[in-house]
């Protein structure tokens, strides 16, 4: 992936919710502000900046007001420390992000030893909640599935309905990318299913055309891409380009309508899979359209922050504190009532339930497919 050069005020950056000095209780979001993925970055920072201005609304945690602080990491492991340890020097008590997986778990290690609770909105990793940095912490969440989950749902789909094709799985050699891909091709393999090419790709390159030629020259039918949307986007493009029509499957990471903008009439029939549509839920209805008035969508990764958010706030507010530990240990003492339904959390800090389904792009949006 491309590196970017950031100056100091890239790094982090107050939202005016409320001013430093009145502020009581910083919090923070972190992920791609920048950069090849800031679409993700622009949906967490919408659902973090609604929350807190709700909750402020209502009272704030603890009769206390929040300020939120937005790290950019563009999700490269080394800045996003960098963004970790400056949000130590603002005294921030609580993170929701980060969004890459590979920046996620090794700011973890920041949060873990200052004694900040983290709730990651997007990183699936396996690894962030049970790799060994995480061994014996209490105090690192996540409101997403985990990839041993997708990959399952997806490794059996896949088999089932396409195991008689010549299958391709790909991946971009990212913590979250090669994680996935590895997962999946565990279970299509579990289910008897024997991938014919399994290849790496670099991320952040324009053409992909060779990679197309080898798909081609392997005569593949369906590709499952362990990657973002934006690498997704150039190489369904151009292999339609080249004549080759294989279903492109991938995973949430292809949950933004830029997928549609890069990829043009080549994303129709494209599939990815991630949780059931939360914009359509009835808890949701109220914050999903107070967001698209200020001119946004609340796709993607937009409620699930916005419900890490909700959901800390909730438990400070039960436990009379914001220290992490009890905290915590308040998060995991019942189910909670939030914009993306009834969650709770086990003792890894994952959720208790996390199912996924299909999605399928179509004339320039993506809409769920019948079950």
């Given at each position: 992936m491309k590196k970017f050069a950031l100056g100091i005020s890239a790094i982090a950056l107050s939202v005016g919710l409320c001013t430093a000095a009145q502020a009581d209780i910083v919090i923070a979001?972190?992920?791609?502000?920048?950069?090849?993925?800031?679409?993700?970055?622009?949906?967490?920072?919408?659902?973090?900046?609604?929350?807190?201005?709700?909750?402020?609304?209502?009272?704030?945690?603890?009769?206390?007001?929040?300020?939120?602080?937005?790290?950019?990491?563009?999700?490269?492991?080394?800045?996003?420390?960098?963004?970790?340890?400056?949000?130590?020097?603002?005294?921030?008590?609580?993170?929701?992000?980060?969004?890459?997986?590979?920046?996620?778990?090794?700011?973890?290690?920041?949060?873990?030893?200052?004694?900040?609770?983290?709730?990651?909105?997007?990183?699936?990793?396996?690894?962030?909640?049970?790799?060994?940095?995480?061994?014996?912490?209490?105090?690192?969440?996540?409101?997403?599935?985990?990839?041993?989950?997708?990959?399952?749902?997806?490794?059996?789909?896949?088999?089932?309905?396409?195991?008689?094709?010549?299958?391709?799985?790909?991946?971009?050699?990212?913590?979250?990318?090669?994680?996935?891909?590895?997962?999946?091709?565990?279970?299509?393999?579990?289910?008897?299913?024997?991938?014919?090419?399994?290849?790496?790709?670099t991320a952040g390159e324009q053409d992909y055309t060779a990679l197309v030629s080898k798909l081609k020259a392997?005569?593949?039918?369906?590709?499952?891409?362990?990657?973002?949307?934006?690498e997704g986007a150039l190489i369904v493009r151009q292999a339609r380009e080249q004549g080759l029509e294989a279903q492109l499957i991938g995973p949430d990471s292809l949950n933004t309508l830029e997928f549609v903008s890069i990829a043009g009439d080549a994303a129709d029939g494209v599939m990815f899979s991630n949780a059931a549509e939360a914009r359509n839920l009835p808890s949701a209805q109220e914050v999903v359209a107070e967001i698209r008035k200020g001119g946004f969508e609340p796709e993607g990764y937009t409620l699930s922050t916005y419900a890490a958010i909700q959901v800390w706030a909730m438990a400070a507010n039960a436990a009379g504190t914001t220290d992490s530990e009890t905290v915590a240990e308040t998060l995991r003492s019942k189910d909670w009532d939030t914009v993306i339904g009834t969650i709770g959390f086990n003792e890894s800090g994952d959720l208790k339930e996390a199912s996924y389904v299909w999605y399928e792009f179509k004339d320039g949006d993506y809409e769920e497919m019948a079950r």
């Open positions: 979001t972190a992920g791609p502000m920048t950069g090849d993925y800031a679409a993700f970055g622009q949906q967490m920072r919408s659902g973090a900046t609604a929350a807190v201005k709700d909750i402020n609304a209502k009272g704030g945690v603890n009769g206390e007001s929040l300020v939120l602080e937005i790290g950019d990491d563009v999700c490269d492991p080394k800045q996003a420390v960098a963004v970790a340890n400056d949000f130590v020097q603002k005294e921030v008590v609580f993170v929701a992000g980060h969004f890459c997986s590979g920046s996620s778990i090794p700011a973890s290690d920041v949060y873990i030893e200052e004694g900040i609770l983290q709730m990651t909105p997007a990183s699936t990793n396996p690894q962030f909640t049970d790799g060994p940095a995480a061994e014996g912490v209490t105090t690192i969440f996540r409101t997403c599935g985990r990839d041993d989950q997708q990959g399952d749902f997806a490794g059996k789909w896949i088999a089932t309905h396409m195991g008689d094709k010549n299958i391709a799985v790909l991946h971009d050699k990212s913590t979250y990318g090669k994680g996935i891909a590895d997962l999946t091709k565990a279970m299509l393999n579990a289910e008897g299913v024997t991938e014919k090419l399994y290849e790496a790709y392997e005569g593949i039918d369906v590709i499952y891409l362990g990657g973002y949307h934006t």
